[in-house]
């Protein structure tokens, strides 16, 4: 428990000296945790896009970090944590969170389809010969 507190101490002092190798993990254990929730929501069954897109790019992080490239593991850590939000709130909702603003929105963003194809009274791809 007395570990805790020096290891945080560590962690904060080694983000704030901009330490590429220590930012790096520091992302990468928070797209660990990201990915571990989303795996905990079911989401591999629920949400398999946004899933599959988090354990690629974290995937690819933990390569990246072990080949010492801490740029590049750093953003696809990055993009795995957001994935993986992405993915839980799939699996816990069953809608992303732009379709939920969508629907909230209601009538207020027309389907781009449906008024093209009202235009012209065709089916989108099928022209009058």
């Known amino acids: 428990m007395r ?3 020096i290891l945080l101490s560590l962690l904060s002092l080694l983000l704030a000296s ?10 990468l254990w928070t797209a660990e945790r990201e990915f571990g929730v989303a795996t905990e929501l ?5 949400a398999v896009y946004e899933y599959t897109m988090a354990h690629q790019h974290l995937l690819k ?12 593991a750093e ?13 839980s709130a799939v699996a ?8 939920l603003m969508l629907e ?3 009538e207020a963003v027309p389907d781009a389809a449906k ?3 009202e235009e012209y009274e065709t089916p989108l791809g099928i022209t009058e010969e």
């Open 3 to 5: 570990s805790l507190p």
């Open 18 to 27: 901009g330490c590429a190798a220590g930012r790096s993990t520091y992302f």
């Open 42 to 46: 079911e989401a591999e069954q629920r």
């Open 61 to 72: 992080a933990r390569e990246e970090h072990g080949y010492s490239d801490y740029g590049s």
């Open 75 to 87: 953003a696809m850590a990055k993009a795995a944590a957001e994935w993986s939000s992405k993915a």
């Open 92 to 99: 816990e909702y069953g809608t992303t969170e732009r379709e």
């Open 104 to 106: 909230e929105m209601g």
């Open 115 to 117: 008024s093209v194809e």
